[in-house]
């Protein structure tokens, strides 16, 4: 017994319910279906790419509208005939329109930070509802009747049971779409959106490109779904396409789990029957009749709000017993496929990378005076300096991730400031975070895979079929070999977030080197080092840099430097006060005078 | 449009917009101060009005046995708490003086003459009544997630809307009310009768906004409670208590929505369910002022009142449509001038 069993129990279950279930729970079952597909968009969004959104039920209304418009008008005008009368048409009428809305909608709000999303949502979803109450041609408030139903090949799904067929078959494709989807190189740019952009951008992932999919997607579900529910029903209204709905998905989601494909199930589930028994019971506790199963919904929201804010699903998943978890879920390097070609490095001694009068100031504040720097290929720098010396902020500017008030940095020949750091990861250069970033609940061997993004071209199309399984096996074997060769081999499959955190330190210098880059950006990669640690990473950065590659280092400990590096650069105040080899700094009275104060 | 038109929209549009720049001043009082959008804003706005209505009628509103069981709730919640950490044979303080002020307001509204009593004491009654519910949602709802992603304060946000409008319908049932208006008397301005609902409107408003200017930018403890929004652990190190800090914005948010609420209940006839779009057009007031300045947000709810109005003569069935629409291009241009750094904790 384990779970792959468990859900092909269910889906025998499910296949035999029209069988032995009376009409009624049909038509629940097929409800709970179609929620589902929303709230899997949800997940999708909220859950998977951390994007809280309240106006889902719209898309839904697109959907629904979109087929009623097209198939139970009388009188279509002239340039929309064609499209009358087949749901086939009015589906893939409906899912462009929603498309091309979601794009809009996306590019209009996606931008939107923190709260203002969430508010956005809102204001959209309040807008398209009212839109359809009061459209010429969508029936007002009292809705369009006389839809048609569906017919396939050649037979009419007129009646509950025929539709809750294509429901289910239709949901649980949805379902392993989206679980493909995840589980691949796009899949690992969407799930670095919650809590890891910063990093996502400097390996290469466009976020902004990565939210819109997933937006659209989440859109297109909710339009299936409400193309399914407007010729199931035969009969579409404003109402369920309203905010409350909207809201009320989201619940679903949160109560299911909004961090799993099987939580939207679960939520959609949960909600749809506790609705109908509360509606039900309570009218006859309160002794009047009313909605009043909002009031334990929005009770139920804040207790697992306060209690179990990651839903239903992750608790109900830790009743199983251990064994049928195990190596469920996430992907695995074992196979051989060939290697992925490498970048040509630069000849050794070439020049990489130049800073030229790189300054930047906060306000007031010079963090950076004026700083200049090279790198060549074959060569490790180090930037040392003490605490608050500038060195982070010259190094931000480096990777694109700041911007230099005034000032150039060149790399390989081109100037790169005030573009985005996605675009200079892909000219090659790649770097490690001095506070980690890393994905905690992905696992060690995920993690380093996103550094391998832009080594990868297959898109969402290919994800979703699992049609890129042999460039997948490729990213993967590649980001094991960089982890086994930074000693990190026996960790692969456990979560990064499990690791200690020089351990994690080296995770990130085997992300960065995943990307093939030709130049290195060390961000303090031997804090939190044990001695034996510190001597291993030193060996590999040697050979790294005999392979020809530049390295550029931002270090404290100084017996890790002197005695690996080419030269020091030393800042002080936003400056440059020394350059030279190791040994000549080490006794350059401006270093000791930064470093231990002057003699009196 | 002649002229009269023009004026009797605008007339309009002035109260409506009055009382969004109120509740979007509370919105952006409660945000500020913890970081929580204040979606049931607006059931505090139909609880004031619903109730002021209800003891209009002489009945002795169904509301004060939520407050009564809200205070036991939270007196037991204190009493556990009390145990818990030990001091079992301490009762905390404010037990005993929280359960007397509900008895007691059971007491009031069971056995006043309701109807009877001066409109001030009814309006005066029925703040009694809705504003203590303010600190106990936080209390119970709020307080113990406070430290939590601001997202999750929106969830739980929403859900308490959710269940307040469900309560709403519970104790006001599905009827919409209307009460009396203060006074019948109107104020002649040229060819136009200023409805004196209308002054009474725009006098409170004013008056509300600039004792909350006053209050937070020249108060020590308005300064503390600025300082508890922008780091809740500093602000903690500085001896200012977070959990204080957030029950009395609730309170004061309250107090705001429930005083719309007796405003505008002679204006409009309000329904359980008519909060949520009135505190959303203030929130849309309030992101016009971009969570953070009191002025521009009550000039952005005036505009959205007046905007309403106009549209209603123009274009009625499309107005709750172009006051949504407004917001988007302004969520967008104040995310894109405000430096954020994405990356979030």
Redesign the interface.
């Known amino acids: 017994m384990n779970l792959r069993a468990l859900l092909f129990v269910f889906v025998l279950l499910l296949g035999i319910a029209p069988l032995a279930l009376p009409t009624f729970q049909i038509t629940l079952l097929n409800y709970i279906g179609l929620y589902t597909l929303v709230v899997l968009g949800l997940v999708l969004l909220t859950g998977v790419g951390g994007m ?1 959104s ?1 106006g889902q039920a719209a898309f839904v209304g697109l959907g629904a509208y979109t087929s009623a418009y097209l198939t139970a008008t009388e009188q279509l005008p002239a340039w929309l005939a064609w499209a009358g009368g087949s749901p086939w048409l009015a589906l893939l009428l409906g899912i462009t329109l929603t498309a091309t809305v979601a794009l809009l909608l996306g590019a ?2 996606l ?6 999303l ?3 949502t ?3 979803g ?2 398209l509802y ?2 359809f109450g ?1 459209l010429d041609g969508l029936g007002g408030h009292t809705g369009m009747s006389g839809l048609p139903p569906i017919s396939l090949f050649g037979m009419l799904l007129d009646k509950g049971w025929k539709m809750f067929y294509l429901i289910w078959v239709i949901l649980l494709l949805a379902m392993l779409l989206v679980q493909n989807l995840l589980n691949s190189r796009e899949g690992r740019a969407i799930r670095a959106l919650k ?4 990093m996502a951008e400097s390996m290469g992932v466009n976020t902004f490109r990565a939210k819109l999919v997933i937006f659209v997607i989440s859109a297109l579900l909710a339009a299936l779904s409400g193309w399914l529910y407007a010729h199931n029903q035969r009969f579409v209204n404003p109402t369920p396409f309203g ?2 709905m909207g ?1 009320e998905y ?2 679903m989601a ?1 109560i299911g789990g909004v961090g799993s494909v099987w939580g939207a199930l679960l939520g959609a589930g949960i909600l749809t029957l506790l609705k109908q028994w509360l509606q039900d019971w309570l009218p006859l506790l ?1 002794g ?1 009749q ?13 207790l697992l ?2 209690r179990a ?1 990651g839903g239903l699903w992750p608790l109900l998943l830790r009743l199983t017993p251990a064994r049928w978890r195990q190596g469920k879920g996430a992907p695995r390097a074992d196979e051989q496929p060939p290697e992925l070609p490498r970048r040509q490095l630069p000849a050794s001694g070439e020049l990489i990378l130049q800073a030229r009068e790189v300054t930047k100031r906060f306000g007031g504040l010079v963090a950076n005076d004026r700083m200049n720097l090279s790198i060549h290929a074959g060569e490790i720098l180090a930037l040392i300096g003490p605490n608050g010396a500038g060195k982070s902020t010259l190094f931000n500017q480096i990777s694109g991730v700041d911007l230099p008030t005034e000032g150039d940095v060149l790399f390989l020949g081109q100037r790169i400031n005030g573009i985005a750091s996605r675009r200079i990861a892909r000219l090659g250069m790649s770097r490690t975070f001095q506070h980690v ?1 890393l994905l905690p609940t992905m696992s060690v061997l995920e993690n380093v895979a996103i550094g391998a993004h832009l080594r990868g071209n297959k898109g969402i199309v290919p994800a979703l079929l699992h049609s890129e399984r042999g460039e997948e096996a490729e990213l993967l074997r590649e980001a094991r070999r960089q982890l086994e060769r930074v000693g990190l081999g026996d960790y692969l499959y456990e979560e990064a977030g499990s690791l200690a955190l020089g351990q994690q330190r080296i995770l990130e210098i085997a992300r960065a080197l995943c990307a093939d880059p030709c130049l290195l950006l060390l961000d303090e990669p031997a804090a939190g080092l044990r001695h034996k640690e510190k001597q291993a990473l030193a060996e590999l950065l040697r050979k790294l840099r005999g392979e020809g590659m530049a390295i550029l280092l931002v270090e404290h400990d100084m017996d890790f430097v002197m005695g690996l590096v080419d030269r020091v650069v030393v800042m002080e105040f936003g400056q440059k006060i020394a350059e030279g080899l190791p040994d000549e700094v080490q006794k350059n009275p401006a270093v000791l005078e930064a470093y231990l104060g002057a003699a009196e | 449009m002649n002229f009269q038109i023009a004026l009797l929209l605008g007339q309009d549009g002035v109260t409506n917009g009055a009382i969004y720049a109120l509740l979007a001043l509370s919105i952006l009082l409660v945000f500020t101060v913890t970081r929580i ?1 204040l979606i049931p804003q607006g059931e505090y706005v139909t609880y004031g009005a619903l109730t002021m209505a209800a003891l209009q009628a002489g009945q002795p509103t169904a509301l004060v046995w939520l407050l009564l069981g809200l205070t036991l709730i939270d007196c037991s919640l204190d009493l556990i708490g009390a145990l818990r950490s030990g001091h079992a044979f301490r009762l905390p303080r404010w037990v005993p003086v929280k359960l007397l002020y509900a008895v007691v307001m059971v007491l009031l509204v069971r056995n006043l003459p309701l109807a009877e009593l001066p409109m001030a004491l009814q309006a005066l009654l029925t703040l009694a009544l809705v504003v203590p519910l303010g600190p106990q949602i936080y209390r119970l ?1 709020f307080q ?2 406070a430290g ?1 992603h ?3 304060l ?3 946000s ?10 709403g ?2 104790l006001f ?2 009827e919409g009310a209307r009460t009396r208006p203060f006074s019948e008397a109107g104020l002649e301005l040229g060819p136009v009768t200023l409805n004196s609902q209308t002054l009474w409107v725009i006098a409170v408003s004013l008056m509300l906004i600039i004792s909350l200017f006053l209050f937070f930018e020249r108060s020590l403890y308005g300064k503390a409670l600025r300082a508890t929004a922008v780091n809740r652990m500093g602000a903690r190190l500085m001896g200012i208590s977070p959990t204080l800090a957030g029950k009395a914005t609730f309170a004061m948010a309250t107090f705001i929505g429930a005083l719309s609420g007796i405003l505008i209940a002679p204006i409009t006839t309000l329904y359980f369910d008519s909060g ?1 779009v009135i505190s ?1 057009k203030g ?2 007031g309030a ?1 016009i002022g971009g ?1 953070v300045s009191y002025p521009v947000a009550a000039l952005g709810a005036l505009a959205v009142g007046l905007i309403e109005a106009f549209s209603m003569f123009w274009a009625s ?2 107005k ?2 172009i006051v ?2 407004l ?2 291009p302004f ?2 241009w ?3 001038t ?1 430096r ?1 750094v ?4």
């Not at chain 1, 009313?290 to 804040?302: A, D, K, Q, S």
């Not at chain 2, 929403?158 to 309560?167: C, D, F, L, R, S």
């Not at chain 2, 994405?342 to 904790?345: A, G, I, L």
């Open positions: 809280t309240f209009l709000t931008k939107l930070s923190g709260h203002y969430p508010l956005g809102i204001a959209w309040i807008s009212y839109l009061t809590g890891g952009q910063v905010l409350h809201i989201l619940f949160l309160l009047s009313g909605n009043y199963e909002t009031i334990v919904f929005g009770l139920l929201i804040v709000m306060q804010p970033k | 959008l709802f113990p997630v939590a601001p997202l999750v929106l969830i739980v929403i859900a308490v809307h959710v269940a307040m409008v469900g309560v319908l519970l049932g599905p949520f959303l929130f849309v992101i969570l069935t499309y709750e449509i949504f629409t917001i988007i969520l967008l104040r995310s894109l405000s954020h994405e990356e979030e904790e």
